[in-house]
C-alpha cells in the first residue's frame, strides 16, 4: 500500500500564487507518475498536470504556462505551483501516484486538499 498526503492550500487572491506539496510513503518500489488532479463543486475531477518518472511532464490545456509540477529529490515527493490564479481554478486538488505492482499499473490518491481563489 502507497499512503498519499498532500499539503499546501488554502485562500488566495486572484492573480496570486500556491504551491503544493505532496508526498508518497509506504511500499514504493516502482512509481510510473505522480500527478494532480482537480474537482470543482459540481464537476467531475479533471487532470491538472503529473509527471513521470523519466521527469517528462504534461498539463492540462487551461493550467498550461501558469502551474508547474516538479519532483523532490527523493523522488516520492511532487510539488504543484501555481501561479497567476484564477476564480476558476477553485477546487480540491487531488494527488495521485501510478505505480506497477505485479504487471498492473495501480493508483493511489491522496485525501484532498482545497484551493480556493477569490475574484
Known amino acids: 500500500q502507497v499512503q498519499m498526503v498532500e499539503s499546501g492550500g488554502g485562500l488566495v487572491q486572484a492573480g496570486g500564487s500556491l504551491r503544493l506539496s505532496c508526498a508518497a510513503s509506504?511500499?514504493?518500489?516502482?512509481?510510473?507518475?505522480m500527478a494532480w488532479y482537480r474537482q470543482a463543486p459540481g464537476k467531475q475531477r479533471e487532470f491538472v498536470a503529473t509527471?513521470?518518472?523519466?521527469?517528462?511532464?504534461d498539463y492540462a490545456d487551461s493550467v498550461k504556462g501558469r502551474f508547474t509540477v516538479s519532483r523532490g529529490n527523493a523522488k516520492n515527493t511532487v510539488y504543484l505551483q501555481m501561479n497567476s490564479l484564477k476564480p476558476e481554478d477553485t477546487a480540491v486538488y487531488y494527488c495521485?501516484?501510478?505505480?506497477?505492482?505485479?504487471?498492473?499499473?495501480?493508483?493511489?490518491w491522496g485525501q484532498g486538499t482545497q484551493v480556493t481563489v477569490s475574484s
Open positions: 495521485n501516484a501510478g505505480q506497477f505492482e505485479y504487471g498492473f499499473l495501480r493508483n493511489y
Open positions: 509506504g511500499s514504493i518500489f516502482s512509481i510510473n507518475h
Open positions: 509527471i513521470f518518472s523519466g521527469g517528462s511532464t
